[in-house]
DNA sequence: TTCGGCGGGTAACGCGCGTTACTAAGTAAG
DNA sequence: CTTACTTAGTAACGCGCGTTACCCGCCGAA
């Protein structure tokens, strides 16, 4: 096939990297010593001399462990799977991020495998099993499961060969712990911004409520609002599809029912998609932002909060901090902490940009 | 530690997997044949009973083979290594799409690395000279090394023992092969578009003149231009930020600048952020896109582009393609193609929106 | 002198599997 | 009845490394 004179040297001959014994022979001692030596061995007792020929040898050999061999003797690979959905639909990838983050401080790899639960009856229906078994070939120490939006989920058998956390998704079937966003206290918080800024009639332009996302944010709402002795008039709750589309509409509902003195001053939104859109609809109608209206959001997607004008106020999802929580859990799991199916919440931080 | 009863089985005591000499022993035969069988050897000669009988075997026990051990035994590990600081900055995450699609297709694994080039000096400083180092010690079998935006890089020493193809960036040392989007293309592509659409005087809101993007882009609507007989009008070109801001202003500078009827009817913008920005010049000015001005983006970053209203006209950026691409480069590469430094240029596909 | 302990190592087994001999029985040709 | 060739398999080595059991020489104590 390869007619040129090009090398390629990787391919041509697959040159038997520098091993231990390699190292040992250069150095004059056995392979144990080495090993001993590189994996510094506290009860081994290795002269301080020898100790540097051999460290000498390996730089100057340029000797590189074979992590495969290693997990094959040590019976401890020193990964953790990742299978999601996210790597199909990328919408939160940070949760990549910040597993990755964690598992890179912890000397541990992960393993991305794609699932593609959105449409698990689709023409991938049987990606996710596949993905978890190859992922259990490659002889991983734990499973996370991570999802794009907040649900119920249901996962494959073989999961439970191994330590699995769940991220930003719960066992529809009670098993598995997972850790997810607190999108009650998300929603109080966003609330008591907009009450602290002085807003008492305040429009709520929702989800399908029929998510956890709704729910929790429509009862965090609620008790922001009882705890300043309001109560969540029903009238201003539209809902809508979550696009800029459904957000324009809905916006235009809420502001166009009232005469001017009875309209409210501050809308949450409960994604960011959705304030887009009613920024379009506040706009058009010739009011400020956050003058005559403030608007907060929920799920800090950069790309939108932080390039509308104004800047959107929302309130973020903690991504990153379930990617790395949920790889300190599956640290723990794995070390033999026992299993139980409990959900950690995360805090969504409020991010003040300039909406409200 | 562990004072629940709880179980933990995977932790408590990592139970020994069944192994391919537990299949040969319910099976009664030979190792060897499980192996053949498993690895279906085209030259071995293994009856259709046995055969079966041992496939039985493997369904009854559950056996699932161990990819480690049949790495190290057959010097071939099936893992390409991805270092890419999208992990870090998420904004070209469709690459790890393509990537990872592609590699499954081939039954090849992924192995993500975070890298960081944006802050090489910063405190990250020797991450990703980690990262492949990482990487290399997992005996992966070539390397892909992508960047968030278009540019010029300089890659670790070490990538060089093994096949490396980069994606969306080149190697600034010019040893390596890479995949970049064909920048000039896609300007001429969208200018192409504009005229099509009747438009003869077009505002560009340009990026820093500096990077291959504003190079490439500029270049290809010089072309189009050209092609339909019309010259760029230097005055109409405004650089700015790449943000929503700097294409309100560069908007607003080209907006205010003529008397209505030398005002440009089309802007191209090249990036969808910018565009953003000039959606709300426009819109401030009373005018309809895309009846007073039509406007024509670049990058196609879904959040933005689908959601602005009207939904932006734009050129994509081809992600996902060139991982794909890169997984088959890399595959021929390490199949023993010569290796040059060869760029492959991706088309950049017009989305048709609704902003022309 | 003998015994035990200690510092400084090493021989050798096994991890789970690919692969290359090699064997043993059956069959066909000479 | 040999010889040769196929069919159906197996024994055994090696991949690179962790780990356990053991060994050897030396020194101080009994």
Redo the contacts between chains.
Sequence with gaps: ??K?????K???V?QR?VTMNDVAKHAGVSRTAVSFVLSNRENASISEETRTRINDAVQALGY??????R??AS???DWYGLVTEI??A?FA??I??GA??QA?LDHR??????SDQADAVGPNQGLEDAAV??L????VE?LLYAATFHRGVHVPESVH???TVLINCFDADGKLPSIVPDERAGGRVAVERLLQAGHSRIGVINLDPRIPAAVGRLEGAREALAGAGLELDPELVVSGYA???GG?EAACQILDRYPKDQRPTALFCLND?MA??AY?AI?ERGLTIPGDIAVIGFDN?E??AA???PKLTTVALPFEKMGALGVQTLAA????????ADQQLVDCPLLERSSV
Tied chains: 1, 2.
Aim: glycine share 6%; aromatic share 6%.
């Design positions: 096939m390869a040129s004179t090009t090398p390629n990787a391919a041509a697959r990297g590189r462990p074979n992590a495969g061999a997990a094959l019976q401890r690979s790597v199909t990328p990838v940070d990549i991020k990755q983050d890179w790899f992960l393993l991305i495998a794609p078994e190859k259990l070939e490659q002889r734990g060969e191994v330590p696009t800029a589309d324009y998609r887009m859109g379009d706009k997607q790309l939108i390039y509308l004008r799991l794995t070390a033999g902490q026992p299993i139980t």
